[in-house]
């Protein structure tokens, strides 16, 4: 309880002073437009070739599309500018006044720095994702829409434990700024259902960056194509996650040293 | 002074000090981003995500497609984006953001005092830059050729224009960047622009797809604009198909557009710096 007061009020904080720069709303929303135009243009390339790919359809595809979207929405708006801010507050020593505060130190440091104009991909995200269900003609149930939900939920936990679990590893090599730029290269493979690609990075995609779960996974859900093994295979993973990424944070914390020693 | 200075012909010299402060600028760029090789080398790794991404999708549409898509079979397409990651690499000059940077920070009063124009400086800098990344880049080309299985047949001539149409395509888009982040003299505001710039570049320039996919009426309109001599030229004159005529015409074209980028920065540096103002103490 006492968490979720603090999360809430952290939020706050974070809106209230992204609220100044009100002219970067304007940009975020060019931002989400051009990136989805951009999309929606392969989507035409693509299905102007063949009627489907690898099995799926153009509305499938476009709720892959959608889902990859809103997935990087809460990429960008929570998680990144999180885990950016950690890595500098543990390379330059203000990681210090973190840990000073009487509240624990992962769960601050996830929740400080949200970016409330990034939010207009999600928006963008859930809009695509509804023209997309539509266009789907009434094949989805109330059932595979509640699955769906369950597993966008989570996609963000599997999402998150994978960027926690780098960006503690700055407490032992300090400097990791480009796994940032490595991710976002990566996380563009999440644009297409991982099944088209070749096997070895198919296992990559699912185990090593979780984009598979992240993306196709729930996609295939509201598309009733998911096997129980995939459900048990996604919340499993998300538990173990959880678990690591608490033990190794606590782990890096007592590796760091602190800005005066 | 001289008088060949004064009356107003080039100094004696000109073009060898000009070849000198390139060679030494290259030099630097070469020792100085050797230092960085692991930087430089995630850098890369990251890059060939989007290529890769590229391949497999068209490689699944040619499969289902009987073959082949637009004509390019599975193989084609391999040595397609195999090619454009060099080409990629090729195309890194000094990005639009960085002039705000220069302005706001005062390098800016730096580089005025120089005789030489500032853009000799960025171009024998990323020039010599490219040395270390194309070194870099020959063992990231084998591995994606023994996983993708690239088939091309290039002609000596192909290889011969391949060669200098690299380079171009750096001047070209080194030209082009330029002008566009010259545009921080008048606004800061420029984010949206520098976006709009990119996503026309992605989808004209045959980054995104090989420009064979697009429909008729984009290759239409993408001969008329600089992208595609930075970026698909040069990868097809060396994957093909191309004729023996398109690849010269090819070349005469970015030959064409290094000119029209000089004129532009020429013009567009002179009244920009004009603007320029800074505070020293």
């Not at chain 1, 769960?107 to 997309?132: E, T």
């Not at chain 2, 630097?28 to 995500?49: C, D, E, K, T």
């Not at chain 2, 040595?79 to 706001?104: D, H, S």
């Not at chain 2, 290094?258 to 920009?272: D, E, F, P, Q, T």
């Amino acid at each position: 309880m006492r968490a979720l007061r603090l999360i809430g009020l952290l939020v706050r904080m974070s809106v209230l002073q992204e609220l100044q720069y009100r002219a970067n709303f304007f940009l975020s929303v060019f931002q989400s437009l051009l990136s989805l135009g951009t999309g929606l243009v392969v989507l035409a390339l693509v299905f102007g070739q063949v009627s489907s790919l690898d099995g799926w359809s153009p509305p499938e595809l476009l709720l892959v599309m959608g889902v990859f979207t809103l997935i990087g929405g809460v990429v960008q708006a929570v998680i990144q500018p999180n885990m950016t801010r950690l890595m500098q507050d543990i390379q330059d020593g203000n990681f210090d006044f973190v840990l000073t505060k009487p509240v624990g130190a992962q769960l601050f440091a996830s929740a400080r720095a949200v970016q409330l104009w990034q939010c207009v991909d999600i928006v963008a995200g859930l809009v695509v994702i509804v023209v997309a269900t539509v266009r789907l003609d009434g094949r989805v149930g109330i059932g595979p829409v509640l699955a769906f939900v369950a597993l966008l939920i989570i996609a963000a936990i599997i999402i998150y434990c994978f960027w926690m679990l780098m960006t503690t590893t700055a407490f032992w090599v300090v400097q990791i700024d480009q796994i940032v730029e490595l991710f976002d290269g990566v996380y563009q493979a999440g644009r297409w259902p991982i099944g088209i690609y070749p096997r070895w990075l198919r296992i990559g995609l699912t185990f090593v960056v979780p984009i598979g779960f992240a993306v196709t996974v729930p996609a295939e859900a509201l598309t009733q194509r998911l096997s129980l093994g995939s459900w048990l295979l996604a919340v499993g993973l998300a538990l173990v996650l959880c678990v690591v990424t608490r033990w190794y944070f606590r782990l890096g914390l007592r590796r760091y040293s602190g800005a005066s020693s | 002074m001289s008088q060949a200075a004064v009356r107003g012909e080039p100094r004696p010299g000109r073009a060898r000090s000009m070849v000198d402060f390139y060679v030494a600028t290259m030099k630097i760029a070469v020792a100085a981003q050797f230092q960085y090789r692991l930087g430089n080398y995630l850098y890369m790794i990251g890059m060939i995500a989007e290529p890769v991404i590229y391949l497999v999708v068209w490689s699944t549409v040619a499969r289902s497609a009987g073959g082949s898509v637009a004509g390019l079979t599975a193989g084609n397409l391999a040595a397609y984006y195999i090619v454009w990651t060099l080409v990629r690499n090729m195309n890194i000059v000094f990005t639009p953001y960085g002039w705000e940077e220069r302005i706001k920070s005062g390098q800016m009063s730096g580089s005025l005092l120089r005789p030489v124009h500032p853009i000799h400086f960025d171009l024998a800098y990323f020039a010599g830059w490219k040395f270390v990344v194309i070194v870099l880049w020959l063992p990231i080309a084998i591995v994606l050729s023994l996983i993708f299985h690239p088939v091309l047949h290039p002609g000596v001539a192909q290889v011969l224009v391949f060669l200098v149409a690299i380079w171009a395509a750096y001047l070209i888009r080194s030209l082009f960047l330029w002008v566009l982040g010259m545009v921080s003299f008048w606004t800061t505001r420029v984010g949206a622009l520098y976006q709009l710039y990119f996503v026309l570049e992605l989808l004209l320039s045959g980054r995104l797809v090989p420009l064979q996919i697009m429909p008729s009426w984009v290759r239409q309109l993408a001969q008329f604009l600089p992208f595609s001599s930075t970026f698909g030229f040069p990868i097809q004159a060396l994957v093909g198909p191309i004729s023996s005529g398109d690849l010269y015409l090819g070349l005469l074209k970015q030959f064409l557009w290094i000119g029209v980028g000089a004129v532009l920065v020429a013009l567009v540096w002179k009244r920009a710096v004009r603007r320029y103002t800074a505070v020293g103490n």
